[in-house]
T-cell receptor, first 114, second 112 residues
Framework: DAGITQSPRYKITETGRQVTLMCHQT?????MFWYRQDLGHGLRLIYYSAAADITDKGEVPDGYVVSRSKTENFPLTLESATRSQTSVYFC?????????????FGQGTRLTVV | DAKTTQPTSMDCAEGRAANLPCNHS???????VYWYRQIHSQGPQYIIHGLKNNETNEMASLIITEDRKSSTLILPHATLRDTAVYYC?????????????FGQGTILTVHP
């Protein structure tokens, strides 16, 4: 199916465990992003990628690792999950446009760290 | 990117136009005004964006003042499905391309 998909949709993990959230887009967009949204707050940028093998930190990168070996995939790894990382995680993609461009968001992954 | 100010919440009757204001008095010349919305628990959805001219698409209209210090998103005939949080965001592109800074947004409630 065309679009941007995240998996899993829901995840419960224990403190200290490593967990990877997956993001896949079918448009071959250059840019991909990871945001987190805590209860009652707006989204905050964790990491972004301008192209395959190019990634950079956003506003709240600590405790997260990303990679982008293929244009269509942008996994987010929590190396040692903490309760403060309980959140809803959104992946997005976009392409550079001469007049700006819209970002397309996935449906989110709800992560609970217990 | 410069900051935006939006009302915390607004109400609108179904079928009427919803006019959502946004102040961005420190906007830079190369910053676009973007509007996104987030319906409960879903990923944000792009609505419209513009630089200095008014814009219209199938979802909404965007009116930007001549001095670009404020803008208004207009949903011409609001429906119950338009109930959502609406975010006004500035983004310049270049090194900040696509890195959206979400504020608290405006909670729009459309009533029957």
């Amino acid at each position: 199916d065309a679009g941007i998909t995240q998996s899993p949709r829901y995840k419960i993990t224990e403190t200290g465990r490593q967990v990877t959230l997956m993001c896949h887009q079918t448009w071959s967009h250059s840019y991909m992003f990871w945001y987190r949204q805590d209860l009652g707050h707006g989204l905050r940028l964790i990491y972004y990628s301008a192209a395959a093998d190019i990634t950079d930190k956003g506003e709240v990168p600590d405790g997260y690792v990303v990679s982008r070996s293929k244009t269509e995939n942008f996994p987010l790894t929590l190396e040692s999950a903490t309760r403060s990382q309980t959140s809803v995680y959104f992946c997005a993609s976009s392409e550079v446009g001469a007049r700006g461009s819209e970002a397309f968001f996935g449906q989110g992954t709800r992560l609970t760290v217990v | 990117d410069a900051k935006t100010t939006q009302p915390t919440s607004m109400d609108c009757a179904e079928g009427r136009a919803a006019n959502l204001p946004c102040n961005h008095s420190t906007i830079s010349g190369n910053e676009y005004v973007y509007w996104y919305r987030q319906i409960h628990s879903q990923g944000p959805q792009y609505i419209i964006h513009g630089l200095k001219n008014n814009e219209t698409n199938e979802m909404a209209s965007l009116i930007i003042t001549e001095d670009r210090k404020s803008s208004t998103l207009i949903l011409p005939h609001a429906t119950l499905r338009d109930t959502a949080v609406y975010y006004c965001i500035l983004n310049a592109g270049g090194t900040s391309y696509g890195k959206l800074t979400f504020g608290q947004g405006t909670i729009l409630t459309v009533h029957p």
